[in-house]
């Protein structure tokens, strides 16, 4: 039961008549929308080789069920074949199969992990998936945010900088007569990010596609917060998620169990929780959970390696632990083992 319905449940008084039950109600119901506003998601993700981001996108989904954001689009950066049908599979299995989802321009990385898990995934939980052509990450972007209010987006990357580098590169459409650059600035409230780390570093999200970041990040027009590789390395989760009930029949759960056997050859108990990081302090105030340092400047270099700058201010912040680790796992596995009604 929400918030909202506890205080309807509070109020159905019998003294009440009808006439000023459904007043009340409705403003009650406007105050809600106001004080309750969920925050507008477009959660762009590699979906593999590594399998936090399958923990992630669990996370945003028992959010949006929480009432706490929701789901515009889930995009994928990687333009492996198995990744976009992975992304949707997952959806359905949290009854969202409405959700659009694209997939990544011709230059973006391709590839999938050595386990084959996304094939396998594919095959246990939507078959029908498999081979299923998807549009641009792009188009999707474009179409979505022309149809949003004003800074009112928050765009979560879990993977590759090469939508967003194409995205910022697109120009005007039918679609939308701004250029993609534009309608960022127009639509976008922030961008969380797993990327970087932090005070400098090499990280894989960067790197990969270290054309994209360079430009991304030196043109991004919004201010943007970094989950770096420091704070999701020391957060363990995935364990009991693993150890849930198959017949829940749950990619999340197959995906944790699978993975944490076979992704490295010795097996892991529990395993970092890079991208599920981002998403929590996307959603909900980071305070909660960390510091947040800046503003300040990442500074990309060609390389793909990553600086900070604390004397420039471009709208850019970090994530910096606060609390031991535990208490962070805990929060995200809670998140992570939601289950839908079916
Ligand atoms: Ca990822």
Redesign the pocket.
């Known amino acids: 039961m929400n918030l909202f319905e506890k205080l309807e449940t509070l109020l159905i008084i019998n003294t009440m008549n009808t006439f000023s039950y459904i007043l009340f109600l409705f403003v009650l119901s406007g105050l809600y929308g106001t004080v309750f506003a969920q925050t507008p998601i477009i959660f762009d993700?590699?979906?593999g080789p590594?399998y936090?981001?399958i923990g992630?996108l669990a996370v945003l989904h028992a959010l949006e069920a929480n009432g706490e954001c929701e789901i515009l689009a889930t995009v994928a950066s990687d333009r492996h074949p198995s990744i976009a049908p992975t992304i949707e599979a997952i959806n359905t299995y949290f009854g969202r199969d409405e959700i659009p989802v694209g997939t990544a321009p011709d230059n973006a990385p391709d590839f999938t992990a050595g386990n084959d898990w996304n094939k396998k995934l594919i095959e246990r939980f939507q078959p029908g998936l498999a081979g299923k052509i998807y549009p641009d990450a792009v188009e999707i972007y474009r179409k979505i945010l022309a149809k949003q209010k004003n800074r009112s987006v928050t765009i979560i990357t879990?993977?590759f900088t090469s939508n967003l580098a194409a995205l910022l590169a697109s120009g005007p459409d039918d679609i939308s007569p701004l250029s993609g650059k534009d309608l960022i600035s127009k639509k976008v409230k922030k961008w969380v990010a797993?990327a970087g780390a932090f005070p400098e570093g090499k990280e894989f999200?960067v790197f990969k596609d270290d054309k994209a970041s360079w430009k991304v990040f030196r043109e991004w027009p919004t201010p943007i917060l970094f989950s770096g590789f420091e704070i999701g390395f020391k957060v363990r989760t995935g364990g009991k998620v693993a150890r849930m009930q198959e017949s829940i029949n749950s990619p999340v759960q197959w995906g944790y169990d699978y993975n944490l056997k076979t992704y490295t050859k010795e097996g892991e108990d529990n395993r970092p929780s890079?991208?599920q990081t981002a998403v929590l302090c996307a959603v909900r105030n980071p305070e909660r959970y960390f510091y947040v340092n800046g503003p300040g400047k990442f500074v990309i270099n060609e390389d793909g390696t990553n600086s900070w700058d604390p004397d420039t201010d471009a709208g850019h912040y970090f994530l910096v632990h606060k609390y031991p680790y535990q208490r962070i796992a805990d929060t995200l596995e809670e998140l992570m083992m939601y289950v839908p009604n079916k």
């Open positions: 993700t590699d979906m590594d936090d981001d992630a879990v993977g797993m999200n890079w991208d």
